[in-house]
């Protein structure tokens, strides 16, 4: 893709030979199963049957696979015997688009006049007739056409993620003859890694995707001479053909049949002291004790932050059989290439560690998972757990490509559950809670750019369906700009006026962390300024007076209503980053004024009759209903204008919601909860929640499990953990907020806190012992412990030690 390698041969001390982070089995994957687009399409997931029961779907794949990936390319290893699979992804390969069969015209022709709907659902709420709202709202704030358009033959409008296809290699070895199998990903180096002993002979496979490079590495070293086949297949979406390239080496040029998207996949095979020969397809090795495989791979897509709407071609950018054949020209040698590779990723990974003191197990991770899920204490899984998020946000969110989307970047079949989109309702955004606060900042720059490609089709969708200015998107998105809401009817997930907003305060994070101006000034703010726009058109004045967002809904939950709380929630929160962003710019005096006296009469947060934080503008909760989404507290988590400091009685409505909804849940909502338990400062039931994400929610590989695998629990599940040892976002810094009594000795070195400060925190007898702050910016900084707190002036590039 549009990944642009700087490549340069960097010698590094190499990764130490026991990684302490390894997820890892002892027993193999079948090499019989189908490639999944030989059997039944996956049909779509009604959020209740787990997939596996119904659909074409790989349990191994899903629960046991070992995930690689740079951001653009990933790869699942299966670690099969007699055929290994490497199943493939690149991030931009979708269906949809203004590439359809109908052209742009059909793509971008879904939006509706809805804000002409408006005032009449106003009417029937004020008189309570809420079927009559929803049946007005649902059929007039839709898309005017289907996303999928599964009945004809023009193909998906909106498209979906889809496979990249698989390369398999066949080796001819007995799977039943083996012995000392052991597969496993070590997340401290970014290596997946396959051995086993076949007759007395060793096998080893090393695996690893190079950022960098852009390439994926695959090197086959046996004890004797192998005869291998290597092959890929791409997916029955996509037709295309391998040519030989070179000698050793053959490319695959193919598109997607629905709209045309092309791709290339370019292999090149290096046999120590055997021979190479293209037969059938495939590159056919023999008599090599050590075969490296570099596999690399590119779309043709290209991101369009002002698309042309007649252009079918909006999206298409790049020569993916130029781009490929360039990365492949530049690849370094296995050595060269694996150490800058490693380097690479712990110039990332390195800068966060955590030690729980307490036990660990080091067993294959299907049963250690097991142990865990009968009481048995293991807080090296817990770790390893936590540095796991952080693993798959380096693999699959780096700059030059798309954010993670629903699976990261690892999906195994031509279709997938919820497309594999961009959910705007909880899940991109979870994906994105431990980027700042646990390092990673770099990782963040996909979801800005993504967030950049919506803005121009979303001013369309804000004047639309609100007669607004600004901008404003919907439930999902695709890669095409895609900003309107579906045509389903049901208002409680298709009518989410707040989806952009929601984006855009990630943009005021950003700069929160790291003070980077020139980035508040020429990407936040313009964006932040246009949903705070966005909230003034759309938000609606009671006759009592207040500001409400009338209608809305609360995401996934019931029906529309005069104001939510969650819709409310998100409306605070970006007219205060619109406020402290222009302050800070020091422009739109008028505006701030404008938004201050907003902020002042809107809707204000309410306590219901069990003592619950309203989820809706009348005292309708159900203290029974377990629902999975908890948006109601979003001003407790992520948002900040809910806390057990500066609003305690609202904090505690929240724990009776929390309460209320019980722990056990989908994975992604364990993981809100979680964070939003540690927001409470009750770090002992944030930890039951980690327990039970861990226990209930996850995989044998540690994907998280809505069911099916979704990544966004995992992404939950490490941010929850950085909650419960810092926060910041109550204007400290708060050391040890959450700290659970499981936990009662530690340390946690690197993590960032609001106002571009680094801290480093031990602690023992569950208490702490001394934090370090490192000031990025050279601002004054409050620490706080407990009830305490203390206040001193930094100086960038040094650090203070505070003890309490
Ligand atoms: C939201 C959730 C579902 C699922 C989907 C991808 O709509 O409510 O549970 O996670 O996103």
Same mark, same amino acid.
């Given at each position: 893709?549009?990944?642009?390698?700087?490549?340069?041969?960097?010698?590094?001390?190499?990764?130490? =030979?026991?990684? !302490?982070?390894?997820?890892?089995?002892?027993?193999?994957?079948?090499?019989?199963?189908?490639?999944?687009?030989?059997?039944?399409?996956?049909?779509?997931?009604?959020?209740?049957?787990?997939?596996?029961?119904?659909?074409?779907?790989?349990?191994?794949?899903?629960? +046991?696979?070992?995930?690689?990936?740079?951001? /653009?390319?990933?790869?699942? @290893?299966?670690?099969?015997?007699?055929?290994?699979?490497?199943?493939?992804?690149?991030?931009?390969?979708?269906?949809?688009?203004?590439?359809?069969?109908?052209?742009?015209?059909?793509?971008?022709?879904?939006?509706?006049?809805?804000?002409? =709907?408006?005032?009449?659902?106003?009417?029937?709420?004020?008189?309570?007739?809420?079927?009559?709202?929803?049946?007005?709202?649902?059929?007039?704030?839709?898309?005017?056409?289907?996303?999928?358009?599964?009945?004809?033959?023009?193909?998906?409008? #909106?498209?979906?993620?889809?496979?990249?296809?698989?390369?398999? @290699?066949?080796?001819?070895?007995?799977?039943?003859?083996?012995?000392?199998?052991? $597969?496993?990903?070590?997340?401290?180096?970014?290596?997946?890694?396959?051995?086993?002993? /076949?007759?007395?002979?060793?096998?080893?496979?090393?695996? %690893?995707?190079?950022?960098?490079?852009?390439?994926?590495?695959? $090197?086959?070293?046996?004890?004797?001479?192998?005869?291998?086949?290597?092959?890929?297949?791409?997916?029955?979406?996509?037709?295309?053909?391998?040519?030989?390239?070179?000698?050793? &080496?053959?490319? %695959?040029?193919?598109?997607?049949?629905?709209?045309?998207?092309? %791709?290339?996949?370019?292999?090149?095979?290096?046999?120590?002291?055997?021979?190479?020969?293209?037969?059938?397809?495939?590159?056919?090795?023999?008599?090599?004790?050590?075969?490296?495989?570099?596999?690399?791979?590119?779309?043709?897509?290209?991101?369009?932050?002002?698309?042309?709407?007649?252009?079918?071609?909006?999206?298409?950018?790049?020569?993916?059989?130029?781009?490929?054949?360039?990365?492949?020209?530049?690849?370094?040698?296995?050595?060269?290439?694996?150490?800058?590779?490693?380097?690479?990723?712990?110039?990332?990974y390195d800068r966060v560690s955590l030690k729980l003191e307490g036990p660990s197990n080091d067993i294959p991770t299907?049963?250690?998972?097991?142990?865990?899920?009968?009481?048995?204490?293991?807080?090296?899984?817990?770790?390893?757990? %936590?540095?796991? *998020?952080?693993?798959?946000?380096?693999?699959?969110?780096?700059? *030059?490509?798309?954010?993670?989307?629903?699976?990261?970047?690892?999906?195994?079949?031509?279709? &997938?559950?919820?497309?594999?989109?961009?959910?705007?309702?909880?899940?991109?955004?979870?994906?994105?809670?431990?980027?700042?606060?646990?390092?990673?900042?770099?990782?963040?720059?996909?979801?800005?750019?993504?967030?950049?490609?919506?803005?121009?089709?979303?001013?369309?969708?804000?004047?639309?369906?609100?007669?607004?200015?600004?901008?404003?998107?919907?439930?999902?998105?695709?890669?095409?700009?895609? =900003?309107?809401? !579906?045509?389903?009817?049901?208002?409680?997930?298709?009518?989410?006026?707040?989806?952009?907003?929601?984006?855009?305060?990630?943009?005021?994070?950003?700069?929160?962390?790291?003070?980077?101006?020139?980035?508040?000034?020429?990407?936040?703010?313009?964006?932040?300024?246009?949903?705070?726009?966005?909230?003034?058109?759309?938000?609606?004045? /009671?006759?009592?007076?207040?500001?409400?967002?009338?209608?809305?809904?609360?995401?996934?939950?019931?029906?529309?209503?005069?104001?939510?709380? #969650?819709?409310?929630?998100? @409306?605070?929160?970006?007219?205060?980053?619109?406020?402290?962003?222009?302050?800070?710019?020091?422009?739109?005096?008028?505006? $701030?004024?404008?938004?201050?006296?907003?902020?002042?009469?809107?809707?204000?947060?309410?306590?219901?009759?069990?003592?619950?934080?309203?989820?809706?503008?009348?005292?309708?909760?159900?203290?029974?209903?377990?629902? +999975?989404?908890?948006?109601?507290?979003?001003?407790?988590?992520? *948002?900040?204008?809910?806390?057990?400091?500066?609003?305690?009685?609202?904090?505690?409505?929240?724990? @009776?919601?929390?309460?209320?909804?019980?722990?056990?849940?989908?994975?992604?909502?364990?993981?809100?909860?979680?964070?939003?338990?540690?927001?409470?400062?009750?770090?002992?039931?944030?930890?039951?929640?980690?327990?039970?994400?861990?226990? !209930?929610?996850?995989?044998?590989?540690?994907?998280?499990?809505?069911?099916?695998? !979704?990544?966004?629990?995992?992404?939950?599940?490490?941010?929850?953990?950085?909650?419960?040892?810092?926060?910041?976002?109550?204007?400290?810094?708060?050391?040890?907020?959450?700290?659970?009594?499981?936990?009662?000795?530690?340390?946690?070195?690197?993590?960032?806190?609001?106002?571009? #400060?680094?801290?480093?925190?031990?602690?023992?007898?569950?208490?702490?012992?001394?934090?370090?702050?490192?000031?990025?910016?050279?601002?004054?900084?409050?620490? $706080?412990?407990?009830?305490?707190?203390?206040?001193?002036?930094?100086?960038?590039?040094?650090?203070?030690?505070?003890?309490?």
């Amino acid at each position: 893709m549009k990944h642009i390698s700087t490549f340069a041969a960097l010698l590094l001390a190499f990764a130490p =030979a026991h990684a !302490q982070n390894t997820i890892w089995f002892d027993e193999p994957c079948s090499s019989y199963r189908p490639v999944p687009w030989t059997r039944a399409k996956a049909p779509n997931y009604d959020g209740k049957t787990v997939a596996s029961e119904s659909m074409d779907f790989n349990d191994e794949w899903e629960y +046991r696979s070992l995930p690689i990936g740079n951001g /653009s390319i990933g790869a699942n @290893v299966m670690g099969s015997i007699a055929t290994e699979r490497l199943t493939l992804n690149e991030k931009t390969l979708w269906l949809g688009g203004p590439g359809i069969k109908g052209g742009p015209e059909r793509y971008w022709n879904v939006n509706k006049e809805g804000w002409k =709907a408006l005032e009449s659902v106003r009417e029937a709420l004020a008189k309570g007739d809420i079927e009559k709202a929803d049946d007005i709202l649902g059929s007039n704030c839709n898309a005017a056409a289907d996303k999928d358009d599964v009945d004809d033959s023009y193909g998906s409008r #909106f498209g979906h993620y889809t496979t990249l296809g698989e390369l398999s @290699v066949v080796t001819g070895l007995d799977e039943n003859a083996i012995s000392e199998y052991v $597969r496993r990903l070590d997340i401290d180096n970014s290596i997946a890694t396959v051995s086993f002993k /076949s007759e007395g002979v060793s096998y080893e496979r090393t695996y %690893f995707a190079s950022y960098p490079a852009n390439m994926i590495a695959a $090197r086959f070293k046996a004890g004797k001479k192998q005869d291998l086949t290597i092959a890929y297949s791409c997916s029955d979406l996509a037709e295309g053909e391998t040519v030989r390239t070179s000698d050793n &080496a053959v490319c %695959f040029r193919g598109h997607l049949k629905e709209n045309g998207e092309e %791709f290339a996949v370019r292999l090149k095979v290096k046999a120590r002291g055997g021979k190479v020969i293209f037969e059938d397809g495939s590159l056919k090795v023999t008599g090599s004790k050590c075969v490296d495989i570099y596999l690399t791979a590119d779309t043709d897509y290209k991101i369009n932050y002002d698309p042309d709407k007649t252009d079918p071609k909006a999206y298409v950018g790049v020569d993916p059989s130029e781009t490929t054949a360039s990365w492949m020209a530049s690849a370094l040698r296995w050595k060269k290439l694996l150490k800058a590779h490693v380097k690479d990723y712990r110039s990332l990974y390195d800068r966060v560690s955590l030690k729980l003191e307490g036990p660990s197990n080091d067993i294959p991770t299907d049963e250690r998972l097991a142990a865990y899920r009968n009481g048995t204490p293991d807080q090296g899984l817990e770790e390893l757990y %936590f540095q796991f *998020g952080r693993y798959l946000l380096i693999s699959s969110s780096r700059p *030059g490509n798309m954010p993670a989307n629903l699976q990261g970047i690892w999906l195994q079949t031509p279709s &997938a559950p919820w497309g594999s989109d961009y959910h705007n309702n909880i899940n991109i955004q979870m994906n994105y809670w431990p980027a700042l606060m646990d390092n990673l900042a770099e990782c963040t720059e996909p979801l800005t750019d993504y967030i950049k490609m919506l803005h121009k089709p979303g001013m369309e969708t804000a004047r639309a369906y609100w007669n607004a200015r600004g901008w404003a998107a919907s439930i999902s998105t695709n890669i095409y700009g895609y =900003a309107a809401p !579906q045509n389903g009817e049901n208002v409680c997930w298709n009518y989410n006026p707040v989806a952009a907003s929601w984006l855009a305060t990630h943009l005021w994070d950003y700069y929160d962390y790291t003070r980077d101006l020139s980035f508040l000034k020429d990407t936040a703010y313009p964006l932040i300024k246009e949903c705070a726009e966005f909230c003034e058109d759309y938000l609606w004045k /009671s006759p009592e007076g207040f500001l409400m967002a009338n209608p809305s809904s609360s995401p996934e939950h019931g029906h529309a209503d005069e104001g939510t709380t #969650f819709t409310h929630a998100v @409306v605070r929160e970006i007219l205060l980053d619109a406020i402290a962003a222009a302050e800070t710019l020091d422009v739109d005096g008028e505006s $701030r004024g404008t938004w201050k006296s907003m902020l002042d009469g809107l809707y204000p947060y309410k306590i219901g009759r069990y003592g619950q934080l309203l989820e809706w503008s009348k005292d309708i909760d159900n203290p029974d209903d377990h629902h +999975r989404h908890v948006n109601h507290l979003f001003g407790l988590h992520p *948002g900040r204008t809910i806390s057990p400091v500066t609003t305690p009685e609202l904090a505690e409505a929240c724990k @009776v919601v929390l309460e209320h909804r019980g722990d056990e849940s989908t994975g992604w909502s364990m993981g809100w909860k979680l964070n939003q338990w540690a927001r409470l400062h009750d770090g002992d039931h944030a930890y039951v929640l980690y327990q039970t994400l861990l226990r !209930q929610g996850t995989a044998d590989n540690l994907w998280d499990i809505h069911p099916p695998f !979704q990544i966004d629990g995992n992404f939950g599940g490490t941010a929850g953990v950085t909650e419960m040892l810092l926060q910041s976002q109550d204007g400290d810094i708060n050391l040890l907020p959450s700290l659970p009594a499981a936990w009662p000795e530690g340390s946690v070195k690197g993590l960032r806190a609001r106002g571009n #400060f680094t801290v480093d925190i031990d602690w023992k007898d569950g208490r702490l012992t001394s934090a370090t702050v490192t000031s990025g910016s050279g601002l004054p900084c409050t620490v $706080r412990y407990g009830g305490e707190t203390r206040t001193f002036d930094t100086v960038a590039g040094k650090s203070v030690t505070v003890t309490f």
